[in-house]
């Protein structure tokens, strides 16, 4: 018997072992591209390809020459602009539209949530030329309103925040209502405080994706000054062609806020994913 249970404990220890081996395994290839971009973007062009991790000619001229050679400041200040009008309203809205749709009861309010949540199914690109058709007839081309606009709807906003709200105590809405409260006031006074875990969590992954949007501020606009990052640094990649360092150094730039972003509000993105109702 006591043979048994150590055999057992070997295979089960031998198990643990292969999975902590296989994510130490992943978590270097995860890592390493990320390592190498930092390192790299200190070289200098003659060293950027020599295949060590650490720089031997450490230098800061790259993100000198990206701020001097490019108005670079500016499309950082582009897409910080956009990203967060876009989150912020956008979680009004989306919070405003899931709290009906989980509390409220109107004609056709599951058949509405249904087509909300179908448009996740929907890609972009399918909708890409009709969105630039009906943003072109409303003269929003090269401005900051058809870099906004269309992007402020997100049905994935719109679902998490309906699952939060499905999960809400009655009690709450139903005491504030006795005393007086109009559903605006309940809204506004008890349930938007109460969600700011969910709230947050969907504040970070609206901006994280519309500060990393492409394709969107590519068709929309063709005006230097309304360039976001991400376009500017593809644009700025094809220019400097084989000169990878200060490709890399712009990208590091382009990569800080995210970064920095995910790693100070991880948690809420943690609690946001069990509090939803979501596994």
Known sequence: MA?????ALRKQRAGRGGLIALAILASVITIFP???????????RAT????????????????EYIFS???????LLNSFFVSVVITVVALFFHSMCAYALARLRFPGREKIFTMVFATLLITAPVVLIPLFMVVRELGLLN???????????NAFGIFLLRQFYL??????EEAAIVDGCNHWRVYWSIVLPMSRPVLSALAIFFFLANWNAFVWPLVVT??????????????FATQTTSNYNYILAGTMIAAIPMIAIFFTFQRQIVDSVKTSGLK
Do not use: H
């Not at 990320?34 to 200098?44: A, C, D, G, R, Y």
């Not at 950027?48 to 993100?63: A, E, H, Q, R, Y």
């Open 3 to 7: 043979s048994e249970n150590a055999t």
């Open 34 to 44: 990320f390592l190498w971009m930092v390192t790299s973007s200190f070289k200098t």
């Open 69 to 75: 050679g490019s108005d670079f400041g500016r499309y």
């Open 167 to 172: 999960g809400f105590p009655r009690e709450l």
């Open 48 to 63: 950027v390809n020599d295949g060590k991790l650490i720089p031997t000619d450490f230098t800061f001229s790259n993100f």
């Open 222 to 235: 063709t005006d230097p000054d309304l360039q976001v990052i991400q376009t500017a640094l593809a644009q």
């Open 143 to 153: 401005s900051y309103g058809g870099l906004i606009i269309p992007a402020i709807f």
